[in-house]
């Protein structure tokens, strides 16, 4: 029987894509400040979402974009949305969506900058539904265009799933040289997804081949690439794919494994047709170890979310997985009827493999019921069908004799060619010359258009840095201004309230203290936002002399000692006299000073917390610590330390930070030649190293 393999090979898609939701409306005043500048913007943000692979709340964003192109009429913009559109549903696993959306307008964006990418997500949804057919002319119809535009990347995936197609298509020697010239395009763009891509469609090629452990090799690479980059949608064929490898290699504990993960990570992603895959291979593992009932069932909720949502290539493996259950259990009158069934589907999508198979299954299943009359005419197909192949390979023999007999004579006919040679060299100096015109013209195009490309790459880096730095700087005046305003108002309200004599005595010297204490915040805040400024400029240059650490701590110490007494904490100075190292001094106070600040910030006000300043030497070099016993970061919390504008946690009096302080500290420290790095267990505190060289 035929143990049916249902995986879909990876297929390279480009991010987003829509069918149309009830319209927005706008009046006349927001359609003209939502212009198609706001279009571009709404679906770059669609765009980012569906790679991060957010929730559905991306497809709202997506029909804003889409509805306001169409009132604008611009069409690139409404291009964009739509490939936005069909990502998301090809994403989740509703191809049949896809191609309601496309196939009948796709030729209005022909001429967009988008078309090859939709032409390509078309061509992948139609691989789905088994229509391959259709599938392997748009492939390469996409792949002539984004050849004729340039487009190389989209030319190493279209390769790509090409040799999915192929395989589908039962022309494995095709599908083979498709995902090499593939590999070879990704490696040397050196393009992580694509090449992660090709190694599982590759791993697959093996694991038919019985070459397990290649096969397994190929998956951990492919995993890893995956995980390295983030991209669970095809973290899920891996896993779909280890478990196909284990099931055959015997080892079903892993196997079950690995299926149970491709359910899970397709549930969280929303993605359909992944959760019929899995469900199907489930089926198959089940029947090989002969748990047929969870077998059956397996097959039956994979079959009915087949039909479900319209994926004829799903029913197909499900009722042949079914049948070849029925066979084991020895009902072969209902698994007769199944492959009769599954026979039909593979005719229309005209998978020639899954064909033959299915009629050998048909021819075996009528014989074991006695029924020759039924069993023979799908026995004399079956054997034409192999005949033709083997056919194939005959003529195949026959071209190779053609070849060797025209060399024999070509050998022969040397003489000949040669005398006619000796009258072609008469006009040989004239074609030379011509040849020489033509060249001279062409190196000068090329020059021409090589200039001209380097030119326009060179705007469009120069437009793009100009944007980043104009956000840049609205976001810097923006947190700078609020981080200021407030400290500055309680300042001003503390003055008046000693003019007006409310305050006496000791009231106002704790206000003075007040005063002392969100001056010195007020210092620090700004240094933070003009050091992140100066570094965003690349215009700080670290002047790195052999330093006393123990003063530079000394002084960082005094700094913060009323700041440290106003919330009952002890800063201790165990820094050894006379220890050294190689550090700017200016810039590795800035660093103690946000370090320290950061940790008073994190400790308890109730008497017990404390920050040690602490060195240590090591092989490298020399270990400048700050260490706390404050409450500690939680993991998400780790994971933002080093980002400039975080969202900052307040502290244990409810103290507010800039978002930028451990930024600076990372970028001042390597600057510097050194590093920073920390340790940190919730509610145990946390230990900041900065790592500098040996004096």
């Not at 959306?101 to 796709?106: A, C, K, Q, T, Y």
């Not at 078309?122 to 792949?143: I, P, W």
């Not at 026959?398 to 006919?413: P, S």
């Not at 409810?654 to 990372?666: A, R, V, Y």
């Amino acid at each position: 029987m035929l143990p049916t393999r249902f995986i879909l090979s990876i297929s390279l898609i480009c991010i987003s894509h829509l069918l149309l939701s009830p319209k927005i409306i706008y009046s006349q005043n927001e359609q003209v400040v939502r212009d198609t500048s706001h279009v571009r913007m709404l679906n770059e943000q669609a765009g980012d979402m569906l790679e991060s692979e957010a929730t559905d709340s991306v497809k709202t964003l997506i029909d804003e974009a889409l509805n306001l192109a169409v009132l604008l009429n611009d069409t690139e913009g409404e291009a964009h949305a739509i490939k936005n559109l069909a990502s998301y549903y090809l994403d989740r696993g509703r191809p049949n969506s896809v191609i309601e959306l496309l196939e009948g307008d796709f030729s209005r964006y022909l001429e967009s900058d988008y078309a090859v990418q939709l032409g390509n997500i078309l061509g992948t949804a139609y691989n789905r539904v088994g229509k391959y057919s259709e599938s392997l002319q748009l492939y390469l119809q996409m792949r002539d265009l984004a050849e004729e535009r340039g487009e190389d990347r989209m030319v190493m995936g279209i390769t790509q799933n090409l040799g999915n197609t192929y395989g589908s298509l039962g022309d494995i020697p095709e599908a083979v040289n498709s995902y090499l010239a593939s590999l070879e395009l990704a490696e040397e763009a050196k393009d992580t997804l694509v090449i992660a891509v090709v190694l599982d469609n590759l791993a697959s090629l093996n694991e038919k081949a019985g070459n397990y452990e290649l096969a397994e090799e190929y998956l951990l690479r492919a995993l890893d690439l995956n995980k390295k980059i983030n991209n669970r949608r095809n973290q899920i064929t891996n896993h779909m794919s280890f478990g196909i490898l284990y099931k055959n290699w015997g080892k079903y504990g892993l196997a079950e494994e690995n299926y149970n993960k491709v359910l899970d990570i397709s549930e969280d992603l929303d993605n359909v047709i992944s959760e019929i895959q899995g469900l199907y291979n489930f089926g198959l593992l089940y029947d090989e170890m002969e748990e047929y009932d969870r077998a059956i069932d397996m097959f039956e909720k994979s079959l009915e979310m087949s039909r479900e949502y319209g994926i004829g290539i799903g029913a197909f493996y499900n009722q042949n997985g079914m049948a070849n259950v029925y066979v084991d259990l020895g009902e072969n009158d209902r698994a007769s009827e199944l492959f009769e069934q599954a026979l039909e589907i593979a005719e229309s999508v005209g998978a020639q493999d899954l064909i033959r198979e299915t009629v050998k299954n048909l021819h075996e299943t009528y014989e074991k019921m006695g029924d020759t009359l039924s069993a023979y005419p799908y026995l004399k197909r079956y054997t034409a069908m192999r005949d033709s192949l083997a056919e194939t390979e005959r003529e195949n023999a026959l071209a190779k004799q053609e070849v060797e007999l025209g060399l024999r004579l070509e050998r022969e006919n040397r003489e000949l060619a040669e005398t006619a040679l000796k009258a072609e060299q008469r006009n040989f100096k004239i074609t030379i010359s011509l040849l020489g015109v033509l060249l001279v013209i062409l190196m000068i195009s090329v020059w021409l258009y090589r200039n001209k490309k380097v030119m326009n790459n060179k705007l469009r880096s120069q437009t793009e840095e100009l944007i980043s730095v104009n956000k840049e700087k609205d976001k810097l005046l923006s947190v700078l201004s609020h981080d200021l305003r407030s400290p500055l108002s309680n300042i001003k309200g503390v003055v008046y309230l000693i003019r007006e004599n409310v305050l006496k005595g000791k009231d106002i010297n704790k206000a003075l203290d007040e005063i002392d204490a969100k001056l010195q915040s007020g210092i620090n805040t700004l240094t933070n936002y003009l050091q992140w400024a100066q570094s965003q400029r690349d215009g700080i240059v670290a002047d790195v002399e052999p330093i006393n650490l123990y003063q530079t701590a000394k002084n960082v110490q005094e700094e913060f000692s009323m700041a440290a007494r106003n919330k009952n904490v002890v800063v201790l100075n165990n820094v050894q006299e006379n220890t050294r190292a190689l550090a700017d001094p200016h810039l590795l106070s800035v660093i103690l000073r946000n370090l320290v600040s950061n940790s008073i910030k994190f400790v308890s006000a109730d008497g017990a917390g404390k920050v040690t300043l602490n060195v240590r030497e090591t092989e490298n070099g020399v270990q400048l610590q700050v260490i706390d016993n404050g409450e500690g970061m939680d993991e998400k919390q780790r994971e933002n330390v080093f980002k400039a504008f975080k969202p900052g946690s307040k502290g244990t009096d409810g103290e507010k930070g800039t978002g930028l302080g451990l930024s600076i500290c990372k970028g001042l420290a390597e600057k510097q030649g050194g590093s920073i790095s920390f340790d940190s267990t919730p509610g145990e505190g946390t230990v900041f190293n900065v790592h500098m060289q040996k004096a």
